[in-house]
């Protein structure tokens, strides 16, 4: 099953987050039902096929906006860069495209091919103010709201997120997948978190829908030694999943692997993709149902729909590979960089509070 997250303005907001705690925490592994990837269908009828053929051409479009110099143009008109991820590092060296704990992110939107039966991945373009001139906020823990309920199919409720980690296994699933005896991720530093804010275009056909994922790579998390733990929150709740780039939580595409660890929404312990509907089509379905609500609220609500929060807490991983040394242990501040990626230049550092 997946969970639908009516889209708006076929684009989607996101808050980066960066938090230094040391936690050492595993979820429950569900299998995910949303990718088939061997479903030997027929063949498709002409008009399946046209529609697999536009949307994909409209998919592929969007990916050359990176690289496209009009559509490049127009965003520095506003003082904005189009790139092919986004960097949210919760640990790096100052001046450096280098760190500590290093971590890029994007959406995935996912596409059935209809005479293959499998499912094409393809990672979305980021639009967001240049990193040398990014604009970050360092935010109270508890000024930040997210809704619980949905890890155990319960009805929603908010929580601050310094009691969501303050108290992290009375918000998972299973809460005996958490080995050892703990119940908190916070540090005693921990009084800020740090916040920054960017837009990734989702493509969506007319009068349908369009699956996708978040997805993150960080550079030092392995199978078995994580070094960061990944907070997903959306208006239908939160999910927590650890950042190990197992074999297993990565998918193959026709052509070749695909990049970072999509991040599920927890469906009462199933792992479940988002799925983005056209404003004009929410708004359609809304006028035919309509309920009475004040305007204002509205507006926020619509603005909540189109906004999906990520939240990274730094973990203390051993240092196992060559580059690092053997055995050592570490937990690292929370910082929020940038780096050189596919020739867009950054790295502006900003140091959370103590």
């Known amino acids: 099953m997946r969970a639908p997250i009516p889209w708006l303005l076929s684009s989607l907001s996101w808050v980066g987050i960066s938090l230094a705690a040391p936690p050492m925490v595993s979820t429950s592994q569900a299998t995910p039902t949303d990718f088939p990837l061997h479903q030997f269908l027929s063949s498709p009828s002409p008009s399946e096929w046209a529609e697999y053929l536009a949307y994909r051409q409209v998919i592929d479009q969007t990916i050359s906006m990176t690289w496209d110099p009009q559509a490049r143009a127009l965003a520095k008109q506003y003082g904005l860069d189009i790139v092919n991820i986004t960097w949210e590092d919760t640990g790096r060296h100052k001046g450096s495209a280098l760190g500590p704990n290093i971590s890029d992110m994007t959406i995935q939107v996912q596409q059935l091919n209809p005479r293959t039966g499998h499912y094409e991945l393809s990672l979305m373009p980021v639009i967001r ?14 000024s930040l709201q997210v809704l619980v309920g949905n890890e155990k199919g319960k009805p929603l409720q908010p929580v601050s997120l310094r009691e969501l980690l303050g108290n992290l296994r009375r918000y998972l699933h299973d ?13 005693p530093r921990d009084s800020h978190v740090l916040v920054s804010a960017q837009a990734a275009f989702l493509p969506i056909p007319a009068g349908g829908s369009a699956q996708f994922n978040p997805v993150l790579f960080n550079y030092q998390s392995h199978p078995g030694n994580p070094a960061v733990l990944a907070i997903l929150a959306t208006h239908e709740g939160t999910s927590i999943t650890v950042i190990e780039n197992r074999t297993e939580d990565k998918v193959d595409k026709v052509g070749g692997a695909i990049w970072g660890q999509r991040l599920f929404f927890n469906q009462n312990g199933e792992r479940a993709s988002l799925t983005g509907q056209r404003l004009s089509d929410f708004r359609a379905e809304q006028a035919a149902n309509p309920t009475p609500q004040d305007p204002h609220s509205a507006e926020v609500a619509e603005e909540a729909l189109n906004l999906v929060m990520v939240i990274q807490v730094p973990d203390t991983f051993t240092l196992n590979s060559p580059e690092h040394g053997s055995g050592k242990k570490r937990s690292h501040p929370a910082y929020l960089c940038s780096r050189q990626r596919d020739g867009v230049q950054t790295g502006r550092r900003y140091p959370a509070k103590p």
């Open 175 to 187: 809460p005996g997948s958490w080995a050892g005896n703990r119940n908190s991720l916070l540090a």
């Open 129 to 142: 103010y240049p990193n040398f001139a990014d604009l970050s906020a360092d935010l109270p823990l508890d």
